[in-house]
């Protein structure tokens, strides 16, 4: 018995990344993955991943910019799958950029995946997840709870993002539904290793983002995600769990 059978799981970001490593360790313990994401190679490599190794999978391409994609995306879980018991919302854009450098253009791309996308299709799917006694489980970051030079864009996402993990936990506490977030600090994806970085930045000013630790891998996410949005720990509510080697603790 997997801790997901019978369940499904609609995730983004599932073309790559910790998204990719979700999908594909739900589906291991029995989901019936529906990965949404704007990159359709990476969709197909994930699909093939998933079925190789036995599971179920169905992918549809979202732009999370666009609500009615978000809508869609929530529509296309439930004519797969009948049902959606866990969101994942992985999904996420990040570069450095100076203050004085943020473009009007590059602001509202960031908000508009990372906020505004993560809360439309938290809307479409939530009378599904109320239907389910079903969770949600948002990807924040270390930069939603620190503040980070060079990234003043990317943390007010983020900072938003764990605000909204909490108000949802806070309007959804007397229904069945559990709301989560996971804090990464460093994880080794293709946004990590292909990231923007300023030109000359001030080395004292990036030591904030350094651990102490390794930095993790996107089985580690994987694995602490399947944990959150299993039925084992139900008293999981609102909460806010770092995963990044002490960044945040001093
Ligand atoms: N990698 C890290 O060190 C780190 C640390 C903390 C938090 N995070 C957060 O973790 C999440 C996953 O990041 P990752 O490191 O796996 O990155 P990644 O780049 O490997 O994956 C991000 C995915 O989001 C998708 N995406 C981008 N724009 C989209 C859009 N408009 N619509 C739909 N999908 C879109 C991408 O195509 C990609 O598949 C993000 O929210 C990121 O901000 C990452």
């Not at 910790?18 to 969709?43: H, I, K, P, S, Y």
């Not at 732009?63 to 919302?89: H, T, W």
């Not at 924040?140 to 900072?159: E, F, R």
């Not at 602490?224 to 769990?241: N, T």
Request: overall charge negative; glycine content about 12%.
């Amino acid at each position: 018995m997997g801790r997901f059978d019978g369940k499904a799981a609609l995730i983004t970001g599932a073309a790559s990344g910790m998204g990719q490593a979700v999908a594909v360790r739900l589906a291991a313990e029995g989901a019936e993955v529906f990965g949404v994401d704007v990159n359709d190679a990476g969709l197909a490599e994930t699909a093939s991943a998933v079925a190789e190794s036995g599971g179920r999978i169905e992918t549809q391409h979202c732009d999370l910019r666009s609500v009615a994609d978000c809508r869609d995306a929530a529509a296309g879980c439930v004519d797969a799958f009948g049902r959606i018991d866990v969101l994942g919302n992985i999904a996420g854009l990040s570069w450095q950029d100076r203050v004085e450098d943020v473009t009007e253009e590059g602001w509202d791309l960031m908000f508009d995946v990372n906020v505004k996308g993560l809360f439309f299709l938290t809307q479409a799917a939530l009378p599904h997840l109320l239907a389910s006694g079903g969770n949600i489980v948002n990807i924040a970051s270390n930069a939603g709870l620190q503040g980070l030079a060079y990234t003043s864009h990317y943390c007010a996402t983020k900072g938003a993002v764990v605000q909204l993990t909490k108000a949802l936990a806070m309007e959804l506490a007397k229904t069945p539904v559990r709301v989560n977030a996971i804090a990464p600090g460093g994880v080794d994806t293709p946004m990590t290793r292909n990231y923007r970085q300023v030109d000359e930045p001030d080395r004292h000013l990036l030591r904030r983002m350094i651990a102490f630790k390794p930095m993790s891998r996107p089985e580690h996410i994987a694995a602490l995600f399947a944990l959150v949005a299993s039925d084992e720990c139900p008293g999981v509510h609102g909460a806010i769990i770092s995963v990044d080697g002490g960044l945040t603790t001093g």
